[in-house]
């Protein structure tokens, strides 16, 4: 049965989230041939990002533009999207499963006395149902959640189901609508963003994490040569955090990031159950330990008995005279 389905987008620094894309192709699904209406909050003109939306397969899109939605308050961004969505009454409503995605769709389920399914990695339309896949017990089991009627309400994560392709033959209204944005009692003063340069962790198809065994900070250069020579980026457990070679931005697990790239190679990481918590579920593993005993091997697709030290720089080497 079509659907009408919103899909909240997500911009920063002025460009959309990959996982924008990924949930307007989920949105798809939900909708079975119903309509996807996009909903794209800030401040400013909103027009290119919303069509932006449009060329990912949004049928149209509703932008809020704001003073106060410049910068995100999960007060000023539920006021915006609720009064598109009490405009739209859709049966479904998408977003990303990122930190504002985490904080923003709880808030809005319990304004609309809704259901959330959340941090789902498959979904599947099975006619008169939609089924949701989503980890449990940090990754180590999934469960399938069927949603028959009311409103769907799910987030995803990123990096698990396909965007569709860009198309921008393809057409589609982008219309602003004006919203009383008030009572916003968090004031943000400045946002300095600790993440790695370049790709977003919870984005990023490939991923060289270092562990305590990486021994320093310096130790962490030839980590992000690997990484650039494969368009990836660095990412950490917390034993390296802890040790002060890195910062705790950079840390994958249960108390960190939860990543799933395409290729994740970790180097002088043990593999405690918290760290795999947040790297289990990346499609190839690859590790580079000297204990030929260490946990990490156990979810590894191909495993590097040696030290990293040795081990990287002969992968960089190859891979440079790849041309990869
Ligand atoms: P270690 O366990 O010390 O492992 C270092 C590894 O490096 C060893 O296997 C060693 O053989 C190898 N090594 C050393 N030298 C070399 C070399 N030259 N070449 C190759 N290999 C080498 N951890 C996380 O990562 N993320 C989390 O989110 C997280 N959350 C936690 C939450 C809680 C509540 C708790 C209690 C713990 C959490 N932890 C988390 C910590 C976790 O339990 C481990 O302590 C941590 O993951 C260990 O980090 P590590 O693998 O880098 O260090």
């Known amino acids: 049965m079509s659907k009408k389905v919103v899909v909240i987008g997500e911009a920063r620094e002025g460009s959309l989230r990959n996982v924008t894309f990924e949930a307007i192709a989920a949105a798809k699904i939900i909708s079975d041939g119903g309509e996807v209406v996009g909903v794209l909050c ?20 509703v ?25 739209e009454s859709p049966e479904g409503i998408v977003m990303g499963h990122t930190s504002i995605g985490k904080e923003l769709t709880p808030k809005l389920a319990s304004r609309l ?36 009627d009311g409103i769907t309400f799910a987030t995803i994560r ?9 198309n921008d033959s393809l057409q589609g209204e982008v219309t602003e609508k004006g919203v009383e944005i008030k009572n916003i009692r968090t004031i943000i003063k400045d946002v300095i963003r600790k993440s790695s340069e370049g790709v977003d962790l919870s984005e990023a198809k490939v991923i060289v994490a270092g562990g305590r065994g990486v021994k320093s900070s310096e130790g962490f250069k030839p980590l992000e040569e690997l990484a ?3 368009g990836g980026t660095v990412g950490a457990s917390r034993g390296a955090c802890d040790a002060g070679y890195c910062d705790y931005a950079l840390q994958i697990g249960q108390t960190g990031k939860v990543v799933t790239p395409d290729l994740y190679i970790a180097c002088g990481i043990s593999g405690a159950i918290q760290h795999l918590a947040g790297m289990s579920n990346s499609k190839v593993i690859v590790a580079i330990n000297k204990d030929p005993e260490a946990n990490i091997f156990n979810v590894a697709d191909y495993g590097i008995v040696g030290d990293l030290f040795e081990v990287v720089p002969k992968l960089i080497e190859e891979l440079k005279q790849l041309n990869v």
């Open 42 to 61: 800030g401040a400013g003109d909103l027009q290119e990002s919303g069509r932006e939306m449009v060329y990912y397969g949004a049928d149209r899109v």
């Open 113 to 148: 006395q809704s259901g959330l399914i959340s941090d789902a990695t498959e979904v599947v339309n099975e006619g008169n149902s939609v089924v949701f896949t989503r980890p449990i017990y940090s990754g180590k089991a999934f469960e399938k959640k069927a949603i028959t």
């Open 158 to 166: 990123p990096n698990n189901i396909p965007s569709l392709d860009r």
């Open 228 to 230: 650039e020579v494969l």
């Open 63 to 87: 932008t809020v533009s704001h003073e106060e939605l410049k910068t995100y308050t999960s007060e000023g961004y539920v006021q915006a999207v609720h009064a598109v969505i009490e405009d």
